[in-house]
């Protein structure tokens, strides 16, 4: 009887392991540890919210579920999230990567490790200009418009306001320099004067130096390309505490709810650059958010969410979770022609690629891919007003 008990628990595993549904793993990739790490909670829940989207669907391939799995690219250090993104790629054998976040790490692991194996990355949010011309073979893409375009509008904003003259701090690295350069041609080509261009490094205790540097050029505003838990942060504290400038302008990288918290009024009326739009799309990710519990209205959370949906109706449109296919496909889901997707609706994304039908991702970030799979995109123009920032417009 004994036998016949364990035949049968037997024959029910392998049933129950026929019919169940198999796994994808997507890596996540993101600065979970460093400068960012107050945004990334955010951002890794808007992907992963996408995932779970699909999964509950039953609509991918053949009822697969899609299982994240995460890495700390650490932002700043590229030999770890070199390593993060090599055991995701080899040891659990993700399909594909949503990230990573910032810049010099995204192109490290692309450089390193993604592109020489074959696996795509969609990164919500780096932004370098240098990320335009990378030898990615096509699988390296962008759901976050290239700092080329951020330091155009910021630039713009920033003489609309009546500033004539500008000291610009930046993070030392491929994001600082490059929004710097973008901002200071611009800024200069409209007939302003960049009184000094000055490089922070992250992770000191003392910005008091750089402050005074910065304080004798005597511009009218401070322009601070840097991280919002990082030397950002403490290049405006200095700022503030030694009374060399008042007004501050930042990009995205420096837009966190954090910042205000940790600063105070002292950032009231200071101006900040962020992709973003007021789109459809963008209402509609605010309000699936919030039905999934999670907060959709923060930095990077809607291009996230993008991200892993590009590469989940890719691998529907493949028919596979190939890499290679993911790579051939992602672009025909992320453009024109086919209907137009918008957030919440990624089953019915599934269900059309499934009948040999196109679709045409628009998303929370209207989605529209360049031929070497960028987005060119919108940005917000953010004053801090009554201790958050506001959208005071869309460009």
């Known amino acids: ?236 504290q200095t700022s503030l505490d030694t009374g060399a400038y008042d007004m501050f302008f930042m990009a995205d990288g420096m837009v966190g709810q954090s910042l205000i918290d940790a600063i105070g009024s002292g950032l009231t009326g200071s101006v900040a650059t962020l992709p973003g739009s007021d789109s459809p799309g963008a209402a509609k990710f605010l309000e699936i958010s919030a039905a999934a519990g999670n907060d959709g209205d923060g930095p990077f959370r809607g291009e996230s969410y993008d991200a892993a949906a590009l590469i989940m109706l890719a691998i529907q449109a493949a028919g596979t979770p190939d890499r290679a296919a993911i790579q051939a496909k992602l672009m025909d889901v992320a453009n024109a022609p086919g209907e137009r997707i918008y957030p919440g609706e990624l089953g019915k994304a599934l269900k059309i690629l499934s009948s040999g039908g196109e679709v045409d991702y628009v998303g929370a970030s209207n989605v529209e891919l360049t031929d070497v799979g960028e987005a060119s995109g919108s940005y917000k123009e953010l004053e801090v007003q009554g201790g958050k920032f506001e959208t005071k417009s869309i460009r």
């Open 1 to 236: 009887m004994r036998k016949i008990m364990m035949a049968s628990a037997a024959m029910a595993m392998a049933l129950a392991a026929t019919t169940a549904s198999a796994e994808i793993k997507l890596g996540v990739i993101m600065g979970f540890t460093g400068p960012i790490e107050s945004l990334t909670p955010g951002m890794a829940a808007g992907a992963e919210q996408a995932m779970k989207e699909v999964s509950d669907s039953g609509m991918l391939l053949d009822g697969e579920t899609v299982t994240p799995v995460r890495g700390d690219s650490t932002c700043v250090d590229a030999a770890a999230a070199t390593a993060a993104a090599e055991r995701l790629i080899t040891s659990d054998g993700v399909a594909a990567i949503v990230g990573a976040d910032c810049s010099g790490v995204t192109t490290a692991i692309a450089n390193n490790v993604a592109v020489p194996n074959g696996v795509v990355m969609v990164s919500p949010s780096a932004t370098s200009p240098a990320l335009t011309t990378i030898d990615d073979n096509g699988y390296f893409f962008r759901v976050a418009p290239s700092d080329a375009r951020q330091g155009q509008v910021l630039a713009t904003i920033v003489k609309e306001r009546g500033v004539k003259s500008v000291a610009i701090s930046y993070t030392n690295n491929d994001y600082g320099k490059g929004l710097a350069d973008a901002f200071s041609g611009s800024f200069t080509g409209m007939g302003g004067k960049v009184e000094i261009t000055a490089a922070h490094e992250d992770g000191k205790a003392d910005y008091s130096a750089e402050v005074a540097a910065l304080a004798a050029a005597g511009a009218d505003a401070l322009v601070v390309f840097g991280y919002v838990d990082q030397g950002g942060k403490g290049i405006i």
